[in-house]
T-cell receptor
Framework: ETGVTQSPTHLIKTRGQQVTLRCSSQ?????VSWYQQALGQGPQFIFQ???????GRGNFPPRFSGLQFPNYSSELNVNALELDDSALYLC???????????FGSGTRLTVV | QKEVEQNSGPLSVPEGAIASLNCTYS??????FFWYRQYSGKSPELIMSIYSNGDKEDGRFTAQLNKASQYVSLLIRDSQPSDSATYLC???????????FGKGTRLSVIA
């Protein structure tokens, strides 16, 4: 059984650029959630996908968008990058919407 | 707004002592409670989950839940230097609500 995998592990982008982060959920898990974790803070909820539909969103602007594919893998897209978008982006998968979350290793995004 | 509060620490304990980590939450509808451990630069790792009032033990870890007081805690017995990490408390309501995290408590176990 494979765990949650994220790519890339590290990324450096320039302010104003766009970025796509990818996540493969754990085998059998149909729910994927994305979190942003700034240095010294707890993870902040961005959005959640359940069976390819977005079914929850945190306080993030529309330039944060996502997709979930039929195999339950997911993408997070961020447009018009800002310096404050620099953070660790975490993907978590779960079976259904009430179970424990398994996190991937994260993508460290640096915006310069 | 649903909130999860933790002391940021650092909490320093000597090796072999009991570390006590605390968490309060605002949403009375919360039903599931989790403790994650996060080493610096790494992703959170689930170490305990608890769903009903009382204590739940797993090895050196004990989670305690008091829904009336909206309080959940984690005890680490015989603390080891390898336990030095940030411990995140996370709370889940029902349905399709997301897992809400506290800011985490940094634990330092001194050898």
């Amino acid at each position: 059984e494979t765990g949650v995998t994220q790519s890339p592990t590290h990324l450096i982008k320039t302010r104003g650029q766009q970025v796509t982060l990818r996540c493969s959920s754990q085998s059998g898990h149909n729910t994927v959630s994305w979190y942003q974790q700034a240095l010294g803070q707890g993870p902040q909820f961005i959005f959640q996908y359940y069976r390819e539909e977005e079914n929850g969103r945190g306080n993030f602007p529309p330039r944060f968008s996502g997709l979930q594919f039929p195999n339950y893998s997911s993408e997070l897209n961020v447009n018009a990058l800002e310096l404050d978008d620099s953070a660790l982006y975490l993907c978590a998968s779960s079976l259904g919407q009430g179970g424990g979350y398994t996190f991937g290793s994260g993508t460290r995004l640096t915006v310069v | 707004q649903k909130e999860v509060e933790q002391n940021s620490g650092p909490l320093s304990v000597p090796e072999g002592a009991i570390a006590s980590l605390n968490c309060t939450y605002s949403d009375r509808g919360s039903q599931s409670f989790f403790w994650y451990r996060q080493y610096s630069g790494k992703s959170p790792e689930l170490i305990m989950s608890i769903y009903s009032n009382g204590d739940k033990e797993d090895g050196r870890f004990t989670a305690q839940l008091n829904k009336a007081s909206q309080y959940v805690s984690l005890l680490i017995r015989d603390s080891q230097p390898s336990d030095s990490a940030t411990y995140l408390c996370a709370v889940l309501n029902s349905g399709n609500t997301p897992l809400v995290f506290g800011k985490g408590t940094r634990l330092s176990v001194i050898a």
